[in-house]
């Protein structure tokens, strides 16, 4: 009974793959570009930052979070070396980027748009480690030799509310209030001693 309900699985299973394909329009195309996401991404979380190279076209044109512009794959290269090499600024960063719905194909197929939101953290070299949540827009090309790669780009997030603001608040309010302290010592000893220099000598009478 078992090697006949095993059977029956493995048809349901190679039944069901073609009709999800079926389902999706321009499946192979999709996959595709999940497999260039995915490697992009991978390289960026492993460190090896060059590995996402052949993935770009040679004239990407990209806009980090920290709104730098990198307009070809060298440019990127060096972008992620000087933030998270072995003499960055960072430590490390992790990358998981979601695209919102499947990426708009142009007509005849040669380019699609798509966007999302990602989730970027980033470790620093003193521990400090900051979570920010950031929204993407790219522009996906099929090259001369037939393979998608990412042509364009763009990071954004919201200045008014992410981590860095929020611990230089933090920040600014602590030494404000340390600087309050300080001041308010200050101020204690400063007027006690003028207190002093002020006070008039009183003759003391012969016995």
């Known amino acids: 009974m078992k090697p006949i309900l095993a059977l029956l699985w493995a048809l349901a299973m190679v039944c069901a793959v073609p009709q999800s394909w079926a389902e999706e329009p321009d499946h192979a195309i999709h996959e595709e570009l999940r497999g260039v996401l995915r490697e992009v991404v991978t390289a960026i979380n492993t460190g090896q930052y060059d590995r996402m190279l052949p993935y770009l076209t040679e004239n990407i044109e990209a806009t980090s979070v920290t709104q730098e512009v990198m307009s070809n794959r060298a440019d990127v290269s060096r972008y992620f070396q000087e933030w998270f090499g072995p003499t960055g600024y960072m430590r490390k960063m992790e990358m998981n980027l979601d695209a919102d719905k499947l990426t708009e194909l142009s007509p005849d197929k040669s380019w699609g748009l798509v ?93």
């Open 115 to 207: 966007r999302g939101k990602a989730i970027e953290h980033y470790e620093a070299k003193d521990g400090d480690l900051f979570d920010f949540v950031t929204r993407w827009t790219a522009v996906m090309v099929r090259d001369d030799d037939g393979k998608w790669r990412l042509r364009a780009i763009h990071f954004g997030t919201n200045h008014l509310d992410n981590p860095v603001l929020a611990k230089v608040s933090r920040t600014l309010i602590r030494y404000g209030i340390i600087a309050a302290i300080a001041c308010l010592l200050a101020g204690l000893v400063i007027g006690w001693w003028l207190g002093r220099r002020r006070r008039p000598n009183v003759p003391v009478a012969p016995a």
